[in-house]
């Protein structure tokens, strides 16, 4: 009996040593177990890239961008604003057609009108990225505190009651008719309504979400308010965001088109696509000088076109449902 | 209902107030030259300053306000300074107003003819041709800015048919144009919206279940799920109407239609300032009335909806 209780010892003994080897672990070893991979920006990203059509779009559009920057110190470039005098006759080179020397021609008082193209592209890309981010610091601030804030529900809801009712078009066209029209004047207006929608959807959501029990739990846990809204529900929210920031800069590209059309928008010594649309909308009359519209209009057709379907591709990638 | 109604207007009237007093003080910041008119650059510094002051535009910021409400009242809104020198403004104003009505209530009645029928078919069809050269329609009319094809369909449809390029008050065929371009953009936001409400009504868990029953697809669509998506769709109205607004704006001054659109654009070219404040004051009540319109809308497809108590913001 004692002999086989022996053997039996002995043949645990042999088979833990056998089949077990002890590793030497880490606390963080153990932590890496408890978590996946899962990155969201890295998901994010690979459903973008899904989309072939939104990559194509965004590559043309960061080349668009980098070539506005770039363009005035390629060689053989003209000044946008300088008024070029034809050799012969001393006069300025008004409306000439597209050739070897003016690339995209010139304009009725003898600017190049290739290089304004740039220049404008990029006063108008600069106004239409300043109000799309100020117009979303300020909207999902006031959007969260909004939703957030039981004491401040109701003052938010009363100045959003008043300031929706009043026609976009409207505050544009009064702001840059009391101030003069300049860059800056365009952002002002700009921002002064364009914070709304945003805030109002944001304050949607978080009141949709607040009080769901994964807050809850959070909050009984003793999170504070600021993680809970940095951490549980802006996230949520990229998706909107991003898509409501990526339409606000065709959208900002168009107010200043509008604005300059009636009369309001930037000087001309200030080339933007407003303007130069502006100046070829009078000379459309005539089809010798079309081109002077159709260039401008191009670019910017483009450039908004581009924007919205980057915009939807990436709020649909945004999305945590959508990825695998 | 009509309860609700009556409440919803007593707080419009408040909002308007409200609108009303920051325009005016807004105005006040507006260029002086505005109020003197061509005449400014011959006058004297003195001489300005007491052409201001028989303006009352140096009284006391709230005694001004006082006599802008009781004109106001009236139904005086200053006269012209520099567009039709000393007509009074609401005399130019009605002159316009008929031409700006029916071309923004066209424009919006064609849409929703054209807009929602195309929503519900691209619903119905989803996936296939119709739904997706709709969808390029849409995209191509929320990406492409207004003021490009507006220009391009004037430029190219009117060469094309031979029509004229401006509008003429006995031609009815110069309507055309610049309604369908009106139009343009409210049928795409209709058609989109619609189609969305349509299929989200149509993954729905009772309309499977009408399905299993053997209901007729027909009498599916349109009794339960058309009346469904019918809902949301109402608060869009107002956000057209406000739309018609801009659209207006473009469009009068390409056509030369002689509405308020236009008019805006001549005033702000001209400087001229009451019929500036006027105009700004005509369109923010048209903001608002279409506010009240589409809750209003809201409520009557709506059986569910009872605005009167516990409102939410939309």
Known sequence: MSMYTEEIDNMSDKSRAQLFDFVEATDGQAEDIAYSNYSYWRSTWKSFLKNRVAVFLLVMVCIIVAFTMFQPYLPAQKSPTEIYLDDQTGLQARNIAPNAEFWFGTNSIGQDLWSRIWAGTRTSLMIGCVVALVEAFVGITIGTLWGFSRKLEMPITQLYNVVDNIPTTIVLILMSYILRPSISTIIIAMCITGWVEMARFIRNQIVILRDREYNLASKCLGTSDYRIIIKNLLPYLISVIMLRMSLAIPFAIGAEVFLTYIGLGLPISEPSLGNLINEGRVLMMSPDLRYQLIFPSIVLSIMTIAFYIIGNAFADAADPKNHV | ?314
């Open chain 2, 1 to 314: 209902m009509l309860w609700y109604v009556g409440k919803r207007l007593l707080q419009s009237i408040v909002t308007l107030f409200i609108i009303i007093t920051i325009v005016f003080s807004l105005l006040r910041l507006m260029p002086e030259e505005g109020y003197l008119g061509a005449a400014a650059e011959k006058m004297s510094a003195a001489q300005k300053e007491v052409y201001l002051t028989n303006l009352g535009l140096r009284d006391p910021l709230l005694v001004q306000l006082g006599n802008f409400y009781a004109d106001l009242l009236q139904g005086d809104l200053g006269k012209s300074v520099t567009y039709r020198t000393d007509v009074p403004v609401v005399t130019i104003l009605a002159d316009k107003i008929m031409y700006s009505l029916f071309f923004g209530l066209g424009a919006v009645g064609i849409s929703l003819l054209i807009g929602v029928p195309l929503g519900i078919l691209m619903a119905q069809m989803k996936g296939r041709w119709l739904d997706r050269l709709g969808t390029g329609y849409i995209v191509f009319v929320v990406a492409v800015p207004a003021a490009v094809y507006y220009l391009v369909i004037q430029m190219y449809i009117t060469d094309i048919f031979h029509l004229p390029m401006l509008f003429d008050e006995y031609k009815p065929i110069t309507w055309l144009l610049p309604l369908t371009s009106m139009a343009l953009a409210p049928t795409a936001s209709y058609a989109m919206w619609m189609r969305r409400y349509m299929v989200d009504e149509l993954n729905k868990d009772y309309i499977k279940l009408a399905r299993a029953k053997g209901v007729k697809e027909r009498t599916l669509m349109f009794s339960h799920v058309l009346r469904n998506a019918f809902i949301p769709m109402a608060q869009y109205l107002p956000a057209t109407i406000l739309f018609t607004i801009t659209g207006s704006i473009y469009i009068e001054s390409l056509y030369s239609i002689p509405g308020m659109g236009g008019l805006l654009v001549d005033a702000i070219q001209r400087q001229d300032n009451t019929i500036v404040q006027g105009l700004v004051l005509v369109f923010s009540s048209l903001g608002i009335i279409g506010l009240i319109l589409g809750d209003i809308a809201m409520a009557l497809v709506d059986p569910r909806i009872k605005l009167g108590k516990g409102e939410s913001v939309r």
